[in-house]
């Protein structure tokens, strides 16, 4: 699932692909990944307008154009991809822009979960995003324990809650706990002033080993790297990872070094 860090390669496709760039024609093929827009509105929105930049916030990504601006959601299985102009449409392009230059940027998605918003002025954006908490990039430590404090459930939880801090999903939520050595079942009211910072540090060096990449990746030495073996054992104390499920999600853990509480190994309760 495109987490924080895709999109922010996905803002570098709309950067190298997009930007300075005039749309010159917009095909919407199939207008069930368009929210509160039709395909006619899109065009006579977009079309003739110059991309002047790319902005994220969590996981959306927005257009700007000097005017309206074009909202992305990738879901779970959404991309943005720049092609050439002799480049095949494939089955699951969805909005195609051709631009100047003979560019040509189209908006992939298989199972269309999200999709794409027009916001025709800075208020529709202010209204789209105001569900979002801080981005999970950019908040400083101070504001990360504002959005914890107060919070009921699992830290996991909390940490998949967008509305909380803006931009993790899940396998950056597990590789985060995993670094911090905290059991993602953590009730986050039983976390201490050190397990907070200590989960702050670890999303801050997280992210920035993550989004040069483009992706959360799968590194021999990351949790992410072997959460799909077939035999799966924690790359930090060799314990065999666990597969359960936590806030609904998926979730692989280490209950040799991953703690419940009290720096008590998750695996010692009873």
């Not at 929210?35 to 003739?48: I, K, P």
């Not at 996991?156 to 985060?176: C, H, M, R, T, Y």
């Not at 666990?242 to 009290?262: E, F, L, N």
Request: hydrophobic content about 35%.
């Amino acid at each position: 699932m495109p987490e924080l860090p895709d999109v922010e390669g996905f803002r570098g496709v709309l950067r190298t692909c997009a930007q300075g760039r005039t749309v010159r024609r917009i095909e919407v093929r199939d207008p069930g990944v368009l929210h509160g827009v039709d395909a006619r509105r899109l065009r006579e929105a977009l079309e003739g307008r110059r991309i002047t930049g790319g902005e994220r916030h969590g996981k959306w990504l927005l257009a700007r154009t000097g005017g309206p601006t074009l909202a992305l959601h990738f879901g779970m299985t959404g991309s943005l991809v720049c092609a050439g102009p002799d480049d095949p449409v494939e089955p699951h392009d969805r909005v195609l822009f051709t631009l100047s230059g003979d560019r040509r940027l189209r908006y992939r998605d298989q199972r269309k979960l999200r999709g794409l918003w027009l916001a025709e002025d800075e208020s529709d954006v202010v209204r789209l995003l105001a569900g979002q908490g801080p981005d999970a990039l950019d908040v400083d430590r101070e504001r990360f324990e504002e959005a914890l404090r107060g919070r009921r459930g699992t830290v996991k939880g909390v940490l998949l809650d967008q509305s909380a801090v803006a931009g993790l999903g899940n396998l950056l939520a597990d590789e985060i706990l995993w670094r911090a050595r905290l059991s993602p079942d953590r009730p986050v009211r039983e976390l201490t002033d050190s397990d907070r910072g200590g989960l702050y540090r670890q999303m801050r060096r997280t992210l920035r080993s993550a989004v040069p990449t483009g992706r959360v990746p799968p590194r021999a030495s990351w949790l992410t790297g072997r959460r799909d073996d077939p035999d799966p054992h924690c790359p930090r104390c060799r314990a065999p990872l666990r597969r359960t499920r936590v806030a609904g999600r998926t979730t692989v853990w280490c209950p040799g070094c991953q703690t419940a509480a009290s720096g008590a190994p998750t695996g010692s309760r009873r």
